[in-house]
């Protein structure tokens, strides 16, 4: 079983939620898809031996064929090639991969070239695996495809993506069997968990619902969440002792448990 915890805006206790939940389940992965700041490593401690390269191909050019005709500029959706009057200005920052450009020259004078988009890690045991994008570039899905194809699919994972509701959050999505809506009973948190149902609820995937920091006002979201038909799994208190305990990177693991036995009661995949 594979379970995505996301939440429609960030500082909700996201990374917190799934940390937890993975560590008291048993042989569970742990996989951080926000590749732009991975911070699941903080709780978990693992030990970060392996790690690989994520390589993706962006268009280079053979000036001997190049007849500078544009057909590549115009044919590029994301503006990654301008050409001008004497040569083609590539912007690999922005390309997409999709290798269209490649295709499109009538001379046959693009081909591509791998570059370093980022790396993945991971522990020995692959109990947990990270992203990390590297520095200004833009699109962390080529991370968290790779990071998708570390995974083990016959054991169990918890894929912690990134706040809100981008493409990286849909790539981090892909395959999962539920997902875990992490929210806060404020107006905001109540406004991005409507965000949130609605993306889970076009992409098909089946949602449970955590309220962390939950004080006499996460009545705003229980009433969204019978309104809506959603299950409340597990409520977090706002609590001293627990903010303490998160500064100093430990977490009430108890939770965790109260969580997976929640979670996973008379879950079937269908």
């Not at 968990?193 to 992409?203: C, Q």
């Not at 799994?233 to 990177?249: N, Q, W």
């Amino acid at each position: 079983m594979w379970i995505g915890v996301l939440s429609g805006k960030g500082g909700t206790g996201k990374t917190s939620v799934a940390a937890m939940l993975a560590k008291a389940w048993e042989d569970a992965q742990y996989v951080d898809c926000d590749v732009e700041e991975p911070n699941g490593y903080i709780f978990l401690k693992p030990d970060l031996s392996q790690s690989k390269d994520v390589m993706c191909p962006v268009p280079q050019v053979n000036t001997d064929r190049c007849t500078l005709c544009g057909i590549c500029s115009d044919t590029c959706e994301f503006n990654a090639i301008a050409c001008l009057k004497d040569r083609l200005l590539f912007f690999p920052e922005i390309c997409h991969h999709c290798g269209a450009c490649v295709l499109a020259c009538p001379e046959n004078a693009l081909y591509e070239k791998d570059r370093s988009m980022g790396v993945i890690e991971w522990n020995p045991e692959k109990t947990f695996l990270q992203g990390k994008l590297t520095v200004g570039e833009p699109i962390g899905i080529p991370i968290i495809r790779a990071l998708k194809e570390e995974t083990d699919k016959n054991r169990p994972a918890v894929f912690d993506s990134s706040p809100g509701a981008s493409c990286a959050v849909v790539q981090a999505l892909d395959g999962v069997d539920l997902a875990l809506l992490v929210t806060e009973p404020t107006p905001f948190g109540l406004h991005d968990l409507k965000i949130a149902v609605n993306l889970v609820r076009i992409l098909g995937i089946p949602c449970k619902v955590v309220i962390n920091k939950s004080t006499e006002y996460s009545r705003i979201i229980r009433r969204f969440c019978r309104e809506e038909n959603l299950e409340v799994v597990l409520e977090i208190p706002f609590d001293l002792e627990i903010a303490k305990k998160y500064s100093t990177g430990d977490l009430p693991w108890e939770y965790g448990e109260k969580l997976k036995e929640k979670v996973l009661a008379g879950f079937s995949k269908e």
